[in-house]
């Protein structure tokens, strides 16, 4: 179905001072009234609209008692102001950039109109130091989102540009616990510093011209020349990362999730960082009811069972709390589990202060295209077919799609009405999740076998090696929208395509003064 997105004129931008504590919010609304609000607070106007002001400063972060960092972030948070909003408003999200470097914010998973989809370079220019953006969305889509920059990803949000939005659908049944858990990952060495090519250089100089670093010790973590030499990317990538952050917290001080016996929970899990996670809920049934924020028909209950959450995706869950104790969900990188690993304390009223119990163990995933029922759905007569090889050519340092890297990339073209399928394949040996701009898709198979359960329809979709997927869209959004590895160093590595509307006319001007790095 066609959908019609509002696009408005820009609005003058009020940003107030703030800092890790408290974001001090200045909002323009109705009648120029100006209102001070707590961090996480709106205020809805009478016709429905809600207006953000996010500034992109650099702030000193504290992930714990004893690990700082100098992280960039939306007004002074990690992650970044919540932004929360009912379905049918009309959402305004004023971005200031106090950077030194060029930025820009890209509200993942929704369906902008292209203009407001925040990527440099194919969208927009980037926000240049000392100015100022403003997006407009119309929330006619309910689901859990969220936004980060889209400049530069790969050092950007992994040193703190990410935030969750949420539109609250109509008739909702109302949750006692809804809370959003954000996975990330930190590295004390500060990745954030250093690029893929530098890593390829550490990789195959054996890191000469680095003698500061030459030996670095954080914590536990020690690296030197001859540890690193003869690593491949995804190696120093688990030797790198080490601290595990759940909502901007290190696992020493991760907040606890206060239960009630009785009480039912929807937990929004949301992964902005850079590996597969796995989920693990001790001793509770609970169902997941969305993939990237939309419905799972007739979802049942399971229990014992994990379940991955790949870069970019997002899964909601409902559980009943009707097993008093204090509980530790388990969250572990697949790939780096000895490193990156925490418990989310679930901690029930009068078990305050006792240890956490984690249950046992099972070695049972969630395969998403057996669960729910199976429900007829009308995509149409495919109109366009595509396909998308997934591949290296150097071991995993650099990645292509179709033998193709970014800028020089593969471009599907499509004109509006198209219903297109895209044939995915796994070519390599490391996990990537392909994220498309601006459409929504639906899996309809996996390995050959059609999907036998709920219909899943997505915005990123975790490929694991060897496997392969059969996707469709109905090209109803016209623009020029990346498709591409939600690893932002895969993306930084080449893993980047585009699908292009074959009539549709950008809105911009790319500058030629301005270092627009959508990648």
């Not at 077919?385 to 970014?406: H, P, R, V, Y």
């Amino acid at each position: 179905m066609k959908k019609t997105y509002i696009v408005g004129g820009l609005l003058l931008m009020a940003i107030a001072g703030c800092s890790s504590e408290q974001v001090d919010t200045e909002i323009e609304r109705g009648a120029n009234k100006q209102v001070d609000l707590e961090q996480g607070e709106q205020m809805n106007t009478k016709d429905g609209e809600v207006v953000f002001n996010l500034k992109v400063e650099e702030t000193q972060w504290m992930f714990d008692d004893e690990t700082t960092t100098e992280a960039w972030t939306y007004n002074g948070t990690i992650p970044g102001e919540e932004i929360r909003v009912q379905e049918g408003d009309k959402v305004i999200v004023n971005v200031k950039n106090d950077l030194e470097v060029p930025t820009s914010l890209h509200l993942h998973g929704f369906p902008v109109p292209n203009e407001m989809d925040g990527v440099p370079g194919v969208t927009q220019n980037a926000i240049m130091p000392g100015e100022e953006f403003t997006y407009e969305y119309q929330t006619d889509v309910p689901g859990t989102y969220w936004y980060h920059s889209h400049q530069d990803g790969a050092t950007q949000v992994d040193k703190g540009l990410y935030g969750v939005f949420i539109v609250e659908p109509e008739g909702e049944d109302v949750f006692d616990v809804d809370e959003a858990i954000v996975i990330d990952e930190f590295s004390s060495m500060d990745m954030g510093e250093m690029n893929h090519g530098d890593m390829d250089g550490m990789e195959h100089e054996n890191m000469n011209g680095m003698s500061e670093m030459d030996e670095m010790e954080h914590g536990e973590m020690t690296m030197s020349n001859e540890n690193m030499d003869g690593m491949s990317h995804t190696e120093m990538m688990n030797q790198m990362y080490d601290t595990m952050v759940i909502n901007g917290q290190a696992p020493t001080q991760v907040e606890t999730i206060e239960a009630k016996e009785g009480d039912k929970a929807k937990l929004r899990i949301v992964n902005t960082g850079l590996f597969t996670q796995v989920v693990s809920i001790p001793e509770h049934s609970f169902k997941v009811t969305h993939y990237d924020g939309q419905d799972v028909n007739q979802p049942s209950e399971i229990s014992e069972t994990k379940f991955r959450i790949a870069p970019a995706e997002r899964y909601d869950i409902e559980i009943d709390l009707d097993n008093p104790g204090a509980w530790g969900i388990q969250v572990y990188a697949e790939k780096n589990q000895e490193r990156l690993n925490t418990l989310i304390p679930l901690v029930y009223d009068g078990n305050e202060g006792q240890d956490l119990q984690t249950g046992d163990s099972s070695s049972s995933f969630l395969d998403i295209t057996p669960y729910g029922e199976g429900k007829d759905i009308d995509l149409g007569d495919v109109t366009k077919e595509f396909d998308m090889l997934l591949g290296t050519d150097d071991g995993g340092d650099t990645f292509t799609i179709n033998s193709k890297q970014f800028p020089d990339h593969e471009i599907y073209e499509v004109d509006e009405g198209d219903v297109v399928k895209v044939t995915i394949e796994n070519d390599t040996d490391v996990d990537h999740p392909m994220h498309l701009h601006g459409e929504f898709f639906n899996v309809i198979s996996k390995n050959g076998e059609p999907i036998q359960g709920s219909p899943v329809l997505k915005d990123t979709l975790n490929v694991r090696p060897d496997e392969t997927y059969e996707i469709v869209f109905e090209a109803s959004n016209p623009g020029n929208w990346m498709f591409h590895c939600h690893e932002f160093h895969h993306a930084e590595g080449g893993m980047i395509a585009e699908v292009q509307y074959t009539e549709f006319e950008p809105s911009f001007t790319p500058d030629p003064d301005i270092l627009n790095k959508p990648e």
